[in-house]
């Protein structure tokens, strides 16, 4: 599915359009549609509770509003072994399915002291 990109992405403020495509229940890829930039993103829920506030200025700017399908997922940088892949947790990406449209935010880490910018999925997964 393609999306337009309302707000720039960091490092990457050239992008203005990317194409979210599946790869199975917990992994998406993001690519640019004029690049060869590939993000690979992971749904939290997956691994962890992830309950966030969607700033005002983001709900207003990706046009949310109640009934709306978000989506929300987090960029992985995948590692090997698989548990040494990392993710942030503090700058999601929110896609509006809706209306096409898609923004990275950036969470205030005084308000979600458990998010982290890197943190290994090894802490979230089940042992034995």
Same mark, same amino acid.
């Given at each position: @599915? !393609?999306? /337009?990109?309302?707000?720039? *992405?960091?490092?990457?403020?050239?992008?203005? =359009? $990317?194409?979210?495509? !599946?790869?199975?229940? *917990? /992994? @998406?890829?993001?690519?640019?549609?004029?690049?060869?930039?590939? /993000?690979? %993103?992971?749904?939290? %829920? &997956? %691994?962890?509770?992830?309950?966030?506030?969607?700033?005002?200025?983001?709900? =207003?700017?990706?046009?949310? =509003?109640?009934?709306?399908? +978000?989506?929300i997922l987090n960029? *992985?940088?995948?590692? &090997?072994?698989?548990?040494?892949? =990392? +993710?942030? /947790? %503090?700058?999601?990406? +929110?896609?509006?399915?809706?209306? !096409? +449209? $898609?923004?990275?935010?950036?969470?205030?880490? &005084? #308000?979600?002291?458990?998010?982290?910018?890197?943190? #290994?999925? &090894? !802490?979230?997964?089940?042992?034995?």
């Open positions: @599915m !393609r999306f /337009f990109v309302k707000k720039p *992405i960091l490092g990457f403020e050239d992008i203005k =359009e $990317m194409e979210l495509e !599946r790869i199975d229940d *917990i /992994f @998406m890829s993001l690519k640019d549609t004029k690049s060869d930039i590939l /993000f690979t %993103l992971i749904n939290p %829920l &997956s %691994l962890r509770d992830y309950k966030i506030e969607i700033p005002k200025k983001d709900r =207003e700017l990706l046009e949310i =509003e109640d009934g709306n399908l +978000v989506l960029t *992985i940088i995948l590692n &090997s072994p698989i548990e040494e892949s =990392e +993710v942030n /947790f %503090l700058a999601p990406f +929110v896609f509006n399915t809706q209306k !096409r +449209v $898609m923004a990275q935010i950036i969470l205030d880490s &005084s #308000k979600y002291p458990d998010f982290k910018l890197t943190d #290994k999925i &090894s !802490r979230y997964l089940k042992k034995g």
